[in-house]
């Protein structure tokens, strides 16, 4: 923290400030610093360089405690004493500026008291037992937190591995993060004397990670002007393009949001409805998106109008009024009171048209929606309820955490390396926007935009989701690779084999870090299972009967070893048709089950060597045995073995179902062929074509001889015109 100073009167880029919203007091570096330099004052008294944080603090906080704040600035003041910043000014400015910035929030005195000392540990010789005893443990526990973990103990991962050390403490206390957004803020405002590489760099990190930071956890102020600061180091032409065309139109007599505004509360005032219309300007970086996105810009394209009222059902009235008097934009209508965003955002979004043409967006919202979008985590204060205890495990029980970084939590643990860590929290905070989806049992999951059922499972189930055979999404069967929407319902259907295990192209279908991490780990740990492909009792079900037999054919590319070459049919192979992995005859040579035709007794069945010692094993009438014939392929002679007493003859097969298409079909389908006692494994259903709906199920059936008492079952179906057993066209490698 203390690296990120600079001089602001020195040469070198001068990084501007984006237009405020409002007035607010900047603190007074050169002012401070003689207040610093000049001691702490009188041991009774608060001392005068803290009078800027007292004030701002008193404005939220009119009834708090203000010695510790005096305490903690002594205890910082005298421990950085003679530490200078790059700037010239004393060190004690930063903390200072820093408190300021959160007391302006209206962060609680815990809160500030950290902020003050959260350098000390990082920077001077007060260790964290000395804030414990002295400022009690939440104190310590926040300075710690924000802590910097050394280059010398950690190289290269000292940055990763500090902001997963952050992490965790953020997940016990999000006041943590709420210090560590307003260090960067301070150290951004000051950053013009870096050298310019490093200006790029620490940017960078705080356009990656701190900003959507900031977003997630709801602190708009910090985060509308850590946006510009960013933009304007990396991008500083289309920075000053932007801030030209600000220029120009604050250089404009006439504002068309001024004239809105008035007639929005002249419009008010008639319906006796008190509230307070304020011009809020867009930042930087809002007036460049909004450029790129329309093009030529308006004047009232440069801000938006904020409605203030005090009671959520004000908001309402407001709406109704605005919309009946002036000229609605409909489709720009938004709800987040009813349904706040996941940053614990809440307001109306809505637009009206001037006479003009041009159209101003308006923002509804009582004070406090205002304050926590401000603020964010910040106006929640401490989050420790009376009567909040300790779960016991080490850890603090904060019930503001969101859910959103208790999956991050999760996740970063099974990420043991600094570098995926890094790379995975950088794509992982790139997805801003998150949906919820219901289960079954009435527990919700949030997930990020684009997650699939793939995520759903690992989110639901962790590394057991590896045993995931297919879903349903309000109540209609889905492919693992069906993207979620918000408010879906998600059953996720798991399967009994302990063996079971993930797809590889279960990765296409991953956007979440937990599912992407959990999968690639099995994969890493699992080579020669996943180059194979070898047969899983569980499958994907985005995986057609079509691909399942191409990768049959292509593992029959290699010699197996256990098979003559020779044209002649070696020694038979006894099938036992309960376990793919079943006894052979043949010493050394393993069996499994082709899965394009699904071979079940009393089936007349035919092998072929494959890579690795094994023996596939095809109905006869598969295209797939008369292709490897024609190729030269060996057969090896197989047969079904009888299974013993002790033995279940379960067996795996693939049928095909057509069907007219009809409401609850899938639903009714599923149904009846669980009560045959058959357990699906792998199910696709093609898109309907005139009405008519092509489906593939592969089914592990207790007995072979239930095969056709299933399939009338299947047949009995309402709407269901045809069952078959599986042929697929296949062709050999």
């Known amino acids: 923290m203390s690296a990120e100073a600079t001089n602001p009167a020195s040469p070198g880029p001068v990084v501007p ?95 500030l008291t950290a902020s003050l000392l959260h350098d000390t540990v990082e920077d001077t010789d007060v260790t964290l037992d000395q804030v414990r005893k002295q400022f009690g443990e939440e104190v310590r526990y926040l300075v710690d937190g924000v802590t910097k973990l050394e280059k010398v103990d950690y190289g290269a991962a000292a940055e990763p591995e500090t902001f997963r050390k952050m992490l965790v403490a953020t997940g016990n206390d999000v006041r943590v993060m709420s210090i560590k957004l307003a260090d960067r803020l301070h150290n951004m405002r000051t950053l013009g004397v870096m050298r ?160 003009d043409g041009q159209v101003a967006e308006v923002l509804i919202r009582t004070y406090q ?168 009792p569980a499958r994907d079900l985005d995986e057609t009967a079509t691909a399942s037999a191409a990768r049959d054919l292509d593992e029959t590319g290699a010699p197996a070893g256990s098979g003559s070459r020779t044209g002649g049919v070696a020694d038979p192979v006894a099938v036992r048709s309960a376990s793919v992995g079943a006894l052979v005859d043949l010493p050394g040579a393993s069996v499994r089950l082709a899965r394009c035709c699904t071979p079940v007794p009393p089936d007349e069945v035919s092998g072929f060597a494959v890579r690795g010692g094994a023996v596939t094993v095809h109905r006869v009438q598969c295209p797939a045995v008369a292709r490897m014939k024609s190729a030269g392929r060996a057969e090896v002679g197989v047969r079904w073995a009888e299974a013993t007493e002790d033995e279940t003859a379960g067996c795996r097969v693939t049928l095909f179902a057509e069907s007219f298409g009809r409401p609850h079909l899938l639903a009714d389908l599923t149904e009846a062929i669980a009560l045959q006692g058959a357990e699906i494994v792998s199910a696709t259903v093609e898109p309907p074509s005139q009405q008519r709906v092509r489906h593939t199920y592969t089914l592990q059936l207790p007995d072979a001889a239930l095969l056709p008492a299933l399939m009338r079952a299947m047949r009995n179906v309402p709407g269901v015109y045809d069952v078959s057993r599986a042929q697929h066209p296949a062709s050999a490698s």
């Open 17 to 111: 400030t984006a237009p405020r919203r409002r007035a607010r007091p900047r603190l007074d570096l050169r002012r401070l610093g003689r207040a610093a330099l000049l001691g702490p004052g009188a041991r009774d008294r608060l001392p005068d360089a803290i009078g800027h944080v007292v004030d701002a603090h008193r404005a939220h906080h009119p009834d708090a405690d203000l010695e510790p704040l005096r305490r903690a600035y002594v205890l910082a003041e005298s421990s950085h004493r003679g530490q200078m910043r790059k700037s010239g000014e004393p060190y004690i400015t930063h903390p200072l500026a820093v408190t300021l910035i959160l007391a302006e929030l209206g962060a609680e005195t815990v809160t």
């Open 196 to 355: 310019p590489e490093k200006q790029a760099r620490i940017a960078k990190v705080t356009r990656d990670v701190l900003i959507p930071l900031a977003e997630r956890l709801g602190v708009q102020a910090l985060k509308t002007e850590l946006e510009d600061l960013v933009f304007a180091i990396l991008h500083p032409e289309e920075y000053e393009h932007t801030r030209e065309l600000i220029a120009e139109n604050a250089a404009r007599a006439d504002d068309p949001l001024t004239a809105i505004a008035e007639e929005m509360r002249a419009v008010l005032r008639e319906a006796d409805i008190t509230a307070e219309v304020l011009i809020r300007p867009r930042h930087f970086v809002s007036v460049h998106r909004v450029s790129r996105k329309r093009g030529r810009l308006r004047g009232a394209d440069f801000g938006r109008l904020l409605v203030l009222v005090n009671e959520d059902a004000d908001c309402y009235g407001v709406l109704g009024e605005l919309h009946t008097c002036m000229t609605p934009v409909v489709s720009e209508f938004k709800d987040f009171i009813a349904v706040p965003k996941f940053n614990l955002y809440q307001s109306l979004h809505t637009a009206v048209a001037h006479p």
């Open 369 to 536: 929606m205002h304050k926590v979008a401000e603020a964010g985590v910040v106006a929640l204060g401490n989050p420790y309820t009376p009567g909040t205890e300790d779960p016991g495990d080490g850890e603090r029980a904060d019930p503001t955490r969101p859910g959103w970084l208790s999956r991050l939590l999760d996740w970063q643990r099974a990420a043991p390396d600094p570098d995926t860590f890094w790379s995975t929290l950088r794509e992982d905070l790139a997805q801003d926007r998150e949906i919820t989806v219901f289960r079954p049992d009435g527990g919700t999951l949030g997930l990020p935009e684009g997650a699939t059922c793939v995520d759903a499972a690992y989110a639901q189930y962790g590394e057991d989701a590896h045993a995931c055979i297919g879903a349903r999404v309000n109540g209609r069967l889905a492919t693992l690779s069906t993207v979620l929407r918000d408010g879906d319902t998600v059953q996720l259907l798991m399967g009994q084999d302990p063996a079971s295990e993930p797809s590889r192209e279960w990765l296409e279908h991953a956007h979440t870090p937990a599912a992407r991490i959990a999968i690639q780990r099995w994969l890493a740990t699992h080579p020669v299972t996943a180059e194979n492909d070898t047969a899983s």
